[in-house]
């Protein structure tokens, strides 16, 4: 980050449309917030989904602004507004070349997909520090700088805070970064600026439909990473129609998939039990023998994808896949909790019918082992996409014996208005339904209802520690509800 530097290298100029400021004039930062503006900061008015930067022109120009960038030409007569194409781009570009472009100095890897990228993220961090490199990560569960573990707000934080965290990783001398890059962050261009060395794909499944409106729209703000990021080289899922739609690139790309064979990275005979998951894994450069620590076909699937990703780096296969041995899951992904002569009980973040699926189907074939019952808690948050609740219903009675909804994050909307969603999909059969608002009495009466031979699976929020009821947050950890029953 500089102290200063001229307007005109902070703004491409094909997106600075007009402006009465001069070339050489100087600013001293850049902020879409109107709350951080000083004297010579350039103010971004962005259009929020709660407020409108043009709403806190007048305010910030008060205050000192060096100048107020915009799209609307609400204020295109002010000696102080440069008008731009697109408020969003210009901001992130100005991010990037305010920290100096930070992201061209460490192999930044970014992922994206409905699931696994969590996963997907934390066993890159693991195989690179394994092999001694220094690792940044930037996700859902938190963000790591070098050594140092920040709290995150978001998947993929705004603008200026990737590229403020990417300035701290090079200061720190990080070598492998490893990015979660959500949907919306790519529609909103948060990203822009960024310098990948590679894009990683899982999967594409129905989730955030509230926010991008049918699966194609969804699709293409994913696929912005591969058109318009320009990552050094791809690697990319191949078992779904959205996977195989990103194969033409014009930069190298690798393919994984245990289902189809022409993959590049090809997973076969699978074993999964309450122990780990095991394949082999035909490579360009050989087999490959994946043992792991943590449960799940689909999650065996996430580490072919880090084998891919790794080998694309120019790291040798048979020391990823040592590594991989050694890896753990990301916290609240199928993170098993334990009590001597209780049920095999796991939280899992599955909040999609695609995860929630892949999940139960584990959970059930697994079961075999001890030849007890699959309970499922689930719930599904408020103001968030509602057709999904009664597919996740059916999933949920069609792969478990007992399944008991409950909330998730309600926030704004009635917990019980979302449980009648949820009741459209079930299917009474032969799984046994229950009903419960309150999500520890529900956890609670799943325990209660398990025996010591029994897999209970508490699926939706996973690592979060934390409930949305309205617009209020209270603490909640399913995990520590858990203890706190088994008194652990």
């Not at 001229?6 to 109107?34: F, Q, R």
């Not at 295109?76 to 008008?83: D, K, L, Q, T």
């Not at 194969?247 to 039990?273: E, G, H, M």
Request: contains cysteine; neutral net charge; glycine residues 8%.
């Amino acid at each position: 980050m500089l102290n200063a530097m001229p307007w005109t290298d902070i703004l491409p100029s094909e997106l600075a449309l007009a402006s009465k400021l001069k070339t050489s004039a100087k600013i001293t930062g850049v902020t879409c917030d109107s709350r951080s503006v000083g004297a010579g900061v350039l103010f971004f008015a962005i259009p929020g989904t709660q407020n409108d930067g043009h709403d806190f022109v007048e305010e910030v120009l008060s205050k000192g602004a060096f100048a107020v960038v915009e799209r609307e030409a609400c204020y295109e007569a002010h000696p102080n507004v440069i008008r731009v194409s697109s408020c969003r781009k210009a901001f992130s570009l100005a991010c990037a070349a305010w920290f100096g472009h930070p992201s061209a100095h460490f192999q930044l890897v970014g992922v994206t997909g409905t699931n696994g990228k969590t996963t997907t993220a934390h066993l890159c961090e693991q195989v690179w520090e394994a092999l001694g490199f220094k690792t940044g990560r930037l996700g859902t569960v938190n963000y790591k700088v070098g050594d140092q573990i920040l709290e995150s707000a978001l998947t993929t934080p705004d603008a200026y805070t990737v590229q403020s965290l990417f300035s701290q990783m090079r200061a720190s001398g990080v070598c492998f970064s490893v990015m979660e890059v959500s949907s919306i962050a790519l529609d909103q261009d948060r990203v822009l600026g960024s310098r990948f060395a590679a894009a990683l794909y899982t999967n594409l499944t129905q989730d955030h439909l509230d926010y991008h409106g049918d699966v194609e729209s969804y699709f293409a703000a994913k696929e912005k990473l591969f058109r318009e990021m320009s990552p050094g080289f791809a690697v990319i899922c191949t078992e779904d129609e959205f996977g195989r739609r990103l194969q033409s690139q014009p930069y190298p790309v690798y393919t994984f998939s245990r289902l189809d064979r022409n993959a590049d990275f090809y997973a076969q005979d699978l074993r999964c039990d309450l122990a780990g998951s095991r394949a082999r894994v035909r490579t360009p450069s050989g087999f490959v023998d994946l043992r792991l620590h943590i449960l799940g076909g689909h999650n065996v699937i996430n580490a072919v994808g880090v084998l891919a990703l790794c080998h694309g780096l120019g790291l040798e296969a048979e020391a990823v896949a040592h590594a991989l041995s050694n890896a753990k899951g990301a916290p609240g992904r199928l993170e098993a909790v334990r009590a001597k002569g209780r049920a095999h009980v796991f939280v899992d973040y599955a909040h999609t019918p695609d995860a929630l699926l892949n999940v139960l189907r584990l959970l059930h074939d697994v079961r075999g082992q001890s030849g007890g019952k699959v309970f499922c808690v689930f719930g599904c948050g408020g103001d968030r996409d509602k057709g999904k609740r009664p597919l996740m219903a059916r999933v949920a009675c069609e792969w478990s014996d007992v399944c008991i909804a409950t909330s998730d994050n309600p926030r704004t909307e009635d917990p019980d208005a979302i449980l009648d969603d949820i009741e459209k999909g079930i299917s009474r059969g032969t799984t046994q339904y229950k009903r419960e608002v309150d999500r520890r009495k529900a956890i609670g009466l799943a325990l209660s209802m398990a025996g010591p031979r029994d897999i209970v699976l508490i699926a939706g929020k996973g690592h979060e520690n934390y409930q949305i009821l309205g617009t209020t947050k209270i603490h909640f950890d399913d995990v520590e509800v858990v203890r706190d029953y088994y008194q652990i």
